[in-house]
């Protein structure tokens, strides 16, 4: 006890009244760190470098038993995978009364698209384009996890991908650089409050990750090699985790994948180089799970020892559960291999941030029983649940104006997915529970009535079992219309889940094809983690709503966008391909040196069995209603250095229902001394439209914003000629010339 005293003491003495925040001057905060830091041994300055996972949840391969004991002695520091005020409490009790300095613990977790309140999955939430509503579901997911014991976050994840074979493409924002940039942004806000202060006890410190590339891996398989020119990386990969530190993001996490030859834990380039000296960033570095000894495997050091070392020396603050830093460090540091003085820099980083918490403060300031019962599972979080879940829904396809379906007529209901409610939360679902929550079954019957809604499973999620086949061909027999909820299992994205067909699994679509033969009209309900390959659905289902794993309010969102309460708004953040056999494929390629538009098709960059366009574009997204582009203008038909130009175009919605379009502008640059991508997005409104309103969208474009990696790799613009293009997806635009002074 004396020891927690003596801490207290010391740093309440030093800062006297001020609540640490962001703003804080670095000095002050410097000076209470080194307060601590004096006293700390060797040892203990080395347990504020290491994070152990609870055994309350675990989300990697190993554990570490005697974590309990190590918070004791002062070796760990940080502890994640521990949720609920009573069991942080009892952890930090363990910290802060029975360790020799009493420093409190840090509690971290993935909470990556909700705490409790489960909103949809990150990709899902992309899809709503919608900035202030992606930043309320991390605000919201930030006041759940902080009412629950947690200062810190490890998301928002920002890795650019153009592979769905790869899992986690479901855990960020999807392909393009410059909406990643934007969700990035929304996300950091919304974890560490508008105004960044940590002391907030309804804040967590965010997380950027995974630093960097990790979601190009070759082949689209988890955690394999990715290698990219520099240009790649900078002006495609790099962008969103730039936006995230410039938001205040103070903890970045490294990834598992090596770049260029060299594993990110141990890249001294990417670590230090790139990201403090070049992006200014002045939080830590945490590794992911082990990937500090991954290196042994990567084949860049013999031993958990030598990896250490480039680790340490690479610029990681803090050693994930790879228990290396704690087994080698001190040694290290004794034979000279590595100096105290770069250790002390790590465990100050740590420190600071715990000071910016208000830990030293009070170590249960995020403890209180009342805040978590009064913010978990809050009616205006659910309520928040259901807006961001609608608005991330994607209507995909819908022939004669199938949807919105019609209450009182009789449906049948098919599938697995129709039923669960483990699959709505998706991977990552935090702490969210599923017990109580509606499936879309559950909301329909109580929509549509009972005895309106005929369910039979017919196809589970996986397998070839049909034996359900019957029932569900009798049920549809009985309906006027069917909806059929297909889709992957939750486990069949995130982390670990890459695949190499992207098809919907198992027999759900030969069910499909079977209930078309019957000719009913059919509504397809897509839960999936990715973009997949629809074709076969593309023609068997009048219409097709991209749901994702919409989280805990799913299933009324679900029922209320399949009968018309919200008109679906929602634009794929990632291309949907022909087949697999497309990937990668994005919006923002070259045009290459034998584009498919050139006569003599057989010498051109194109396949012979399939398309080069995809499926649905990115940016795609149909409505209930119909929105026309007309007018596009130019105020000026140059663009000078100093200069900026003004688009508008007029937005009409022609049909018969209000509605909300994301209105996307995009460029090309005819000419440069590199090949420059076909289009690339600067710039999307999200405007409301009455039935038969119309509105003039405006856009303002700078230079700045044509800026690229030139051929000597400096960045900035080339003048010439440019196109402007403005449509409600990559797709379908209207184009203006103009060019840049
Ligand atoms: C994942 C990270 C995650 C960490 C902790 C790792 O396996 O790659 O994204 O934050 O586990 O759960």
């Known amino acids: 006890m004396k020891h927690i005293s003596l801490i207290l003491f010391i740093t309440v003495f030093l800062i006297a009244a001020c609540t640490p925040s962001v703003n804080n001057t670095d000095a002050r905060l410097d000076k209470r760190v080194d307060s601590v830091l004096q006293l700390m041994t060797l040892e203990e300055k080395i347990g504020q470098m290491v994070l152990y996972t609870s055994d309350w949840d675990v989300t990697g391969p190993t554990l570490r038993e005697n974590y309990l004991d190590d918070i004791r002695k002062g070796h760990c520091g940080n502890i994640f995978n521990a949720h609920t005020v009573a069991y942080t409490r009892q952890l930090q009790k363990i910290a802060v009364e029975e360790s020799r300095l009493g420093i409190p613990l840090l509690f971290g977790y993935d909470v990556i698209h909700g705490h409790k309140t489960i909103f949809p999955i990150s990709l899902g939430e992309a899809a709503s384009w919608d900035t202030t509503a992606l930043e309320l579901s991390a605000r919201v997911s930030a006041i759940e996890a902080a009412a629950s014991g947690l200062h810190w976050t490890f998301a928002p994840m920002v890795d650019v991908s153009v592979d769905p074979r790869w899992g986690r493409v479901s855990e960020g924002a999807g392909e393009d650089p410059f909406l990643g940039s934007v969700i990035a942004r929304a996300r950091v806000r919304g974890f560490q409050g508008p105004s960044n202060d940590l002391s907030d006890t309804l804040t967590v410190l965010a997380t950027v990750k995974h630093f960097a590339a990790y979601g190009a891996p070759e082949a689209g398989r988890d955690y394999n090699t990715v290698d990219m020119s520099e240009r790649v990386f900078r002006s495609i990969y790099l962008p969103p985790y730039r936006a995230a530190i410039d938001a205040g993001a103070l903890s970045v996490m490294t990834s598992f994948n090596e770049l260029d030859g060299v594993p990110a834990t141990g890249s001294r380039y990417l670590l230090t180089d790139l990201l403090r000296t070049e992006l200014g960033f002045k939080g830590f570095v945490v590794t992911d799970y082990t990937s500090i000894n991954e290196m042994v495997d990567h084949g860049v050091a013999a031993n958990f020892a030598e990896a250490g070392l480039l680790a340490i020396h690479a610029g990681v603050d803090m050693d994930m559960q790879g228990e290396v830093y704690f087994n080698f460090l001190k040694k ?8 105290e003085k770069l250790i002390d820099e790590a465990v100050r980083r740590v420190l600071k941030v715990k000071f910016m918490l208000g830990l030293f403060d009070d ?29 991330s829904m994607v209507l995909l396809k819908n022939d004669n104006q199938l949807l919105p379906l019609k209450k009182g007529e009789k449906i049948a209901v098919l599938g697995e997915l129709a039923a669960s409610t483990r699959d709505m939360l998706g991977s990552w679902k935090a702490a969210g529970d599923w017990d109580f929550m509606q499936s879309t079954l559950d909301v329909l019957r109580e929509y549509n009535g009972e005895k309106n809604v005929i369910y039979a499973e017919g196809a589970k999620k996986t397998g070839d079992d049909r034996s359900g086949f019957a029932a569900a061909l009798s049920a549809v027999r009985k309906a006027d219309k069917v909806v059929m909820v297909i889709g992957e299992d939750w486990d069949w994205s995130g982390e670990a889940a890459s695949r190499t067909s992207i098809q919907v699994p198992g027999v759900q679509t030969e069910l499909l094809a079977a209930v078309k033969k019957l000719g009913k009209p059919v509504v397809v309900v897509l839960m999936n983690g990715r973009p997949l390959d629809l074709s076969r659905e593309h023609l068997l289902a009048d219409a097709i709503l991209e749901a994702w794993y919409p989280g805990t309010m799913g299933g009324k969102a679900i029922t209320q966008v399949l009968y018309g309460e919200y008109n679906p708004s929602g634009k794929l953040p990632m291309t949907f391909p022909v087949n697999v056999g497309q990937v990668p494929l994005y919006y923002y390629a070259k045009n290459t040196g034998r584009p498919i538009y050139l006569p003599n098709p057989k010498y051109k960059s194109r396949y012979i069995d399939a398309p080069n366009d995809p499926l649905y574009p990115f ?54 001394s590199v090949t420059r991508p076909v289009k690339e997005l600067k710039g999307f409104n999200r405007i409301e439209l009455k039935a038969g309103e119309s509105k003039v969208v405006e856009f303002l474009l700078t230079p700045s914003q044509l800026a690229f990696y030139r051929q000597d790799m400096s960045f900035g613009t080339e003048p010439g000629d440019f196109k402007l293009f403005v449509g409600g997806n990559s797709r379908d635009v209207l184009e203006a010339p103009f060019v840049l002074k």
């Open 363 to 391: 170590p249960y300031r995020y403890c209180s029983e009342e805040r978590e019962k009064r913010y978990v599972y809050a009616p205006e979080h659910l309520d928040a649940a259901l807006d961001v879940a609608r608005k």
């Open 619 to 672: 940016g795609f997204g149909l409505s209930y209603t119909r929105f026309e582009y007309s007018a596009l203008k130019l105020d000026s038909k140059q663009l000078t250095a100093e200069g900026q130009l003004k688009a508008s175009v007029t937005v009409t919605n022609s049909g018969a229902y209000d509605g909300v379009e994301i209105v996307q502008w995009y460029v090309r640059d005819l000419v440069g």
């Open 332 to 339: 290290q540091v004794e034979e000279g291999l590595v100096s």
